[in-house]
């Protein structure tokens, strides 16, 4: 398998572009999780999904961000418009048990 | 808000030494304490721990869990330069969901 697929691996964008990020999981896994990772605040949870159905998007910061999963095998993270605070890397991750959470490579986004 | 407090931020030590990585939190409805290891790209996982007093065990490094004062540890001993890394714990509180809340990691130097 080759594991949480995420493209683009880097994304550098101007204010108040629209970003999109998008994540595959692993075949099978019925869970997905987008987080975002700064130095300041550590690894944050946005949303997560179970069998494609968003369960808590409270980590969500603002309207400007929102997230589908339209089926089992894709998902997409959506800022806009984006602003420089949103620069961090994105990591999706999917899992069937909690202790076997794979993440992806991440995209690492740079808005300027 | 479920948090996750990891000490310390950050460790240098030298090949050899033995270090231990705290981990301590509140949460409403814990389900397990994670721990993990991110060098320079996604985390991986290392143990995963429900029960207080039990000890988990993978190589040179240990986990240990303590419901009643809601804390864990990971020791490494023998450290060696590979083990450079930060280490993230978290916790899943997501009672019939999967939830987990990341604590900011601690940032561990194994000089030669």
């Known amino acids: 398998d080759a594991g949480v697929i995420q493209s683009p691996r880097h994304e550098v964008t101007e204010m108040g572009q629209e970003v999109t990020l998008r994540c595959k999981p692993i075949?099978?896994?019925?869970?997905l999780f987008w987080y975002r990772q700064t130095m300041m605040r550590g690894l944050e949870l946005l949303i997560y999904f179970n069998n494609n159905v968003p369960i808590d998007d409270s980590g969500m910061p603002e309207d400007r961000f929102s997230a589908k999963m339209p089926n089992a095998s894709f998902s997409t993270l959506k800022i806009q418009p984006s602003e420089p605070r949103d620069s961090a890397v994105y990591f999706c991750a999917s899992s069937f048990r909690p202790d076997t959470q794979y993440f992806g490579p991440g995209t690492r986004l740079t808005v300027l | 808000e479920d948090k996750v407090v990891q000490s310390p931020l950050s460790l240098v030590v030298h090949e050899g030494d033995t270090v231990t990585l705290n981990c301590s939190y509140e949460v409403t409805n814990f389900r397990s304490l994670l721990w993990y290891k991110q060098e320079k790209k996604a985390p991986t996982f290392l143990f995963m721990l429900t029960s207080s007093g039990i000890e988990k065990k993978s190589g040179r490094l240990s986990s240990i869990l303590d419901k009643k004062e809601l804390f864990s540890i990971l020791n490494i001993t023998a450290t060696q330069t590979g083990d450079s890394a930060i280490y993230l714990c978290a916790v899943d509180s997501g009672g019939s969901n999967y939830k987990l809340t990341f604590g900011k990691g601690t940032l561990l130097t194994v000089n030669p």
């Open positions: 075949s099978g896994h019925n869970s």
